[in-house]
């Protein structure tokens, strides 16, 4: 390769690593990126995140193969930095290396009972429903007539829904066909969703409340006297919080009484931390004991000392995802799981971008303008000279040594996928073997 061409790689092939990628192949007109991935497929949580009946979503994967099919770009696929190549060995044969593995982790409550069987985590949970690899044999116990979520984000509110919606509902999207089967003989008829704090300071946002607020045959519960004086607040709040608030008020308030299909709900409480799981002396899971909280000034969560006990035969703890550090001589700060930055600048050729650089918080388009900022950011460097040779012009796919899955292999699991679905009359059939997709991607045509 010539010496002159600069090459970046991107460490992760999700929103971020695409959107970085696609900014650096539009700001600069010579620079060459690989982005490698750890799966054989591509796309990150746009594929294991977002939920099965949120297609449009998804739309995004079409932006993102002309990003991969671009004449300087390459997408490596099942590669695992880290374990199949050194961060080190990165550096050698790239001029930068931009980390955007994003957030595989989640936060853990660290009370007692949590490593009970019947206490799972949202992130396995919806790993579970899309088809990710290490979920295969993820069994949720959905035998029980109730379940508590704690959480009040939107992937507490992706799961609510999941678990609330007719499983007819859900049978033509590219949900797992395990996972539907499972939920087809869930026995599940109420949950609770529970925050720490009040309906002021929820993360989940209104279009996913309103979706929750029309799922057919559940009803949604909500304590008019838990929105008394958010109610009387209201003028002040501003867009689109308001928004929020006053559906929240009005499905409070004024709950609509006309539907005789109902045969679920689901309940929002408010000011609730959880301080124990209570397993009874059979072993199983008998509830959650909480600690009521008060707000202070600051708007924090401060406990009362009095308790309430919510019984329940599952929980699904969904506070948050996590990131980890993946090479010890990259500063990582371990509180805040993310690698520290100057917007996006990590120094000594290194850059991050995604979850992985502004915490696990933020949409996709949220993911998109952080990625413009890093690849600004390295264009500078690299158009400033601030960037060092690397040491070889050796290329990873030989370095690698046939392991690396090129974005025409992806696209042979993608078409296997989609013929899969439509004999059964869904949007997809998700291979969820790795090896399986390795056989189709190295011994088929496309
Ligand atoms: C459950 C859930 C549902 C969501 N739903 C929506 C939604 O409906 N709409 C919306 O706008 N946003 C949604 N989001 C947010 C959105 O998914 C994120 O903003 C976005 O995916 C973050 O992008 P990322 O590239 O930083 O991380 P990721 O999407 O996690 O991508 C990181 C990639 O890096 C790979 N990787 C990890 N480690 C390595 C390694 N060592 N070597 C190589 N590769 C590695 C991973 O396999 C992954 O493919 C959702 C998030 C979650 C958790
Ligand atoms: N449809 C969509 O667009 C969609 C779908 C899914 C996810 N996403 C996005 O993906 C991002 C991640 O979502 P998320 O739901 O994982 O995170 P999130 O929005 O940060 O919500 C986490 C929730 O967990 C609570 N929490 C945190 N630590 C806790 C603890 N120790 N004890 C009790 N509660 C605790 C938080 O309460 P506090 O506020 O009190 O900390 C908050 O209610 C968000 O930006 C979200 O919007 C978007």
Redesign the pocket.
């Known amino acids: 390769m010539h010496r002159l061409t600069s090459r970046v790689c991107v460490v992760g092939g999700g929103p971020a690593g695409f959107y970085t990628a696609q900014n650096l192949l539009k700001l600069h007109q010579t620079v060459r990126v690989d982005i490698l991935e750890k799966l054989p497929v591509p796309y990150g ?1 746009v594929r294991y ?3 099965p009946d ?1 297609p449009e ?1 998804k739309n995004v994967e079409n932006t993102f193969a002309k990003v991969a099919n671009h004449n300087r770009c390459r997408f490596l696929g099942n590669v695992h930095v880290g374990q199949h190549v050194s961060v080190q060995t990165l550096r050698s044969l790239y001029n930068a290396v931009i980390f955007a593995y994003g957030a595989e982790k ?2 853990k ?2 009370i007692e009972g949590e490593h009970h069987r019947d206490v799972i985590s ?1 992130l396995d949970f919806v790993g579970w429903y899309n088809g990710f690899p290490d979920q295969i044999n993820f069994q949720p116990n959905l035998h029980g007539s109730t379940a508590v979520i ?9 799961v609510a829904r999941i678990l609330m919606s007719s499983p007819e509902a859900l049978a033509h999207t590219d949900i797992t066909d395990y996972a539907l089967e499972r939920l087809r003989n869930s026995t599940l008829k109420r949950l609770y969703l ?4 009040g309906p002021l ?5 209104v ?2 409340l309103r979706e929750m607020t029309k799922l057919s045959g559940c009803r949604p519960v909500l304590n008019p006297a838990d929105f008394q004086l958010v109610r009387e607040r209201l003028p002040e709040i501003a867009r689109p919080r308001k928004r929020l608030i006053e559906l929240m008020c009005k499905t409070a308030f004024s709950p609509d009484t006309s539907r005789n299909d109902v045969e679920k709900e689901w309940h929002l409480r408010f000011f609730n ?2 301080r124990r799981i209570i397993i009874n002396s059979e072993g199983n899971l008998e509830g959650v004991e909480f600690e009521v909280n008060q707000l202070d000034k600051s708007g924090k ?1 401060i406990g009362t000392g009095d308790l309430v006990f919510v019984p329940c035969s599952l929980v699904i703890r ?4 996590h990131s980890v550090s993946i090479d010890s001589e990259i500063p990582f700060d371990n509180v805040k799981g993310i690698i520290p930055n100057d917007q996006g600048r990590v120094g000594k050729g290194f850059y991050c971008s995604g979850w992985v650089k502004t915490g ?5 388009a ?1 993911t998109m303008t952080n990625a413009m900022e890093t690849a600004k950011a390295l264009v500078e460097d690299l158009e400033g000279g601030l960037l060092e040779k690397r040491e070889s012009d050796q290329d990873l796919v030989d370095v690698l040594e046939g392991r690396v899955i090129s974005f025409q292999d992806w696209e042979k699991i993608d078409r296997a996928e989609i013929d899969e679905g439509r004999r059964t009359g869904k949007l997809r059939e998700k291979i969820v073997s790795v090896e399986k997709m390795m056989d189709i991607a190295l011994n088929t045509d496309l």
């Not at 300071?201 to 946002?205: A, E, K, L, R």
């Open positions: 949580l995140g977002v939920a949120h979503v989640d936060k409550l660290g949202a704690l959480g009040h984000g939107n992937v507490a509110l992706d529970v925050g720490r704090r300071q929820v993360s989940f946002t279009k996913e931390t959880p969560a969904s506070i948050g995802y696990p918080v933020g949409v996709i949220s």
